[in-house]
């Protein structure tokens, strides 16, 4: 195995046991809201945000590993009995289209207009917290680069993998 596919599988189940965790982690904030409303009648005012803060954080990370599974939405199937050229070009195309989607959120998660730090994504949540839990919003929102960065591993470890051959085909 190749080290960007090694690399790609290992942060697969890493993002993967993140969301699993973080699913767990919404089920059982909710029904300690639930429990606390109707048993107590005096909610948590944390609760709902951390609940919220775990669904973006597991759906985000569930995002890369269904990548990964090639479980992304798909214009054009390319079969494997395909020809090679169509194959490769399929590839390519799939490249171009993460990188063309990926890499403005990466950037202006860092950066802000005129390549300024200071105004860029993370650097402008840093200066907040979220009001029930007190969490940097830099925080919060830094899984919007990871999930960037997963991704463009996963798609490397895609278009640089061994096609498929033909079924049937001799290897």
Known sequence: MRRIEQLSAGLDKVCLALAKAGLIGIALVILLQVAVRYGIRSPFAWTEEMARYLMVWSGLLGAT????????????????SAAPARRGLSRVMLAV??????????????FGPNWN??????????????????????LVGSVIPITCLVTLIHCAARVTGPLPSPKGAPE
């Open 65 to 80: 590993c269904a990548f990964r599974r090639g479980l992304d939405p798909v214009i054009l199937t390319v079969t494997p």
């Open 117 to 138: 730090i200071e105004r860029g994504f993370l650097w402008r949540g840093m200066g907040r917290n979220s009001p029930a839990l007190g969490l940097n919003m830099a």
């Open 97 to 110: 289209a993460v990188l063309i989607f990926l890499l403005p959120m990466l950037h202006y998660s860092v």
